[in-house]
């Protein structure tokens, strides 16, 4: 090689570098197909899909990975921070496909790990979740299935205008989170699919459900230990198991629920509307300030529930040795919820022996059964108050 020719090396050298670099400080846009990410939905692109977050999680401004409109297959992903920033925006125009083999996702498939000021904006998820149910419902040695989409140990996240499709498991998890929102979401998976929860949130501080679609074979949202500071508005649910908050109880130490609010939420055809379950078992646990309002129901087979005696098949569940559970439920209020139940008992609280519910208020509240009487059952409650019209009001 004679000197021009290695001046020319260099300084081309030198050019890539800086510019690389610079790239890196500015951030900028990463459409994962300049990472070798292949849009057929056939050929594997997690390395792609990682070599992409890579990237943008070492810029120190924020960046924008761009994922186009075609179909991508994504075996499990991790994507794990700390980043260098905390903007990193990920717009999905097209769909991120699982594996047609249930068997290779284990319980995670697109997971983010503590990561901060994360964004998605659209995007298509597609669990292909068919093959699992059928096992599960043919077969016992089935693996469990996996969370579509799930973050842990995140803060200042938000997902908006996302589809998930079909999931395995759960569709969304967000677990060990602060402020989190998630706006303008569509879950959907068959009525009859087993545990395809549609967002489980627990541990988490600051989450807010918006705008939100869910039609799924579990709980529409369902809310565990640890929970605070929860918003919901505006969400549809139905089919599924409504929104839950529990099982509650499962340790014997556990953090509290505490200020959830839940806001004109529509239920229907769903097998619960407003639940709170636990374990019959010792814990330290509880639930309060709780406030359910604007809420319409049609054709929900438990409406209002308060189950501490959860036990589902009477079999097999924490506790089940004739317990009383220590999870202490207290100020909850009830107001302005309408509509039809599919069972004559459209309220139940079926509270602790040993700590009863304390402070439970209904006001203008209305579930009748098929233009009968309906009924409400109690068990345990110390201190329910109604005003307006309250019906039924067998046991208030
Ligand atoms: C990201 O936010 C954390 C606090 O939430 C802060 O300590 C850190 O310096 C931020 N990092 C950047 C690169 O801005
Ligand atoms: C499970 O089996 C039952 C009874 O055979 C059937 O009604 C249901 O549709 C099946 N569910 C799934 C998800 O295959
Ligand atoms: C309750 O949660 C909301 C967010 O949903 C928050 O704005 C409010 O400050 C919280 N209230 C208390 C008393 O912490
Ligand atoms: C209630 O929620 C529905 C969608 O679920 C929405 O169309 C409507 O605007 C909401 N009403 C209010 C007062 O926010
Ligand atoms: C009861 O819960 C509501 C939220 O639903 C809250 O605003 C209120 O402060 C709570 N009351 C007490 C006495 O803690």
Sequence with gaps: MDSSTSYFVLAFAFFF?????SLTASGGKHNVLDYG??????????????ATWEQACRSTKPTTIYVPPSKFLLPKVAFRGPCKNNATSIRIDGTLVAPSDYRVL?????????????????????????????????????????????????????????????????????????????????????????????????????????????KTGDDCVSIGAGTTDLRIE?????PGHGISIGSLGKDLEEPGVQNVTV????????????RIKSWGRPSNGFAKDILFQHVVMTNVQ?????????CPDNKDCPGQ?????????????????????????????????????????????KL????????????????????GSVQPQSCL
């Design 234 to 238: 505006n969400v549809l649910c139905g």
């Design 17 to 21: 570098l800086t510019s690389s670099a």
């Design 263 to 274: 806001k004109n939420v529509t239920l229907t055809d769903s097998q619960n509307g407003l």
């Design 368 to 387: 009748t059964y098929r233009n009968r009487l309906a009924y409400a059952l109690c068990r345990n409650v110390d201190g329910i108050t109604a005003s």
């Design 321 to 365: 040795v004739e317990q009383a559970s220590g999870i202490k439920i207290s100020n909850l209020t009830y107001k302005d919820i309408h509509g039809t139940s599919a069972t004559q008992v459209a309220v139940k609280f079926d509270c602790s022996k040993k700590h009863p519910c304390t402070g439970i208020r209904l006001e203008d509240v």
């Design 37 to 50: 990410a292949k849009p057929d939905g056939r050929t594997d692109s997690s390395k792609a899909f990682l």
């Design 106 to 214: 284990g319980e995670q498939w697109i997971f983010f790990e503590n990561v901060n000021g994360v964004s998605i904006f659209g995007g298509i998820l597609d669990g292909r979740g068919i093959g699992l149910w059928t096992c599960k419902n043919s077969s016992k040695n089935c693996p469990t299935g996996a969370t579509s989409l799930g973050f842990t140990k995140s803060k200042n996240i938000v997902i908006m205008g996302l589809t998930s499709l079909n999931s395995q498991m759960f569709h969304i998890v967000i677990n060990g989170c602060q402020k989190v929102r998630m706006q303008g979401l569509r879950i959907s998976a068959s009525y009859r699919s087993p545990n395809t929860d549609g967002i489980h949130v627990q541990l988490s501080d600051g989450v807010t459900i918006l705008n939100t679609k869910i």
């Design 302 to 310: 438990n409406p209002i529930v308060i189950d501490q005696n959860y």
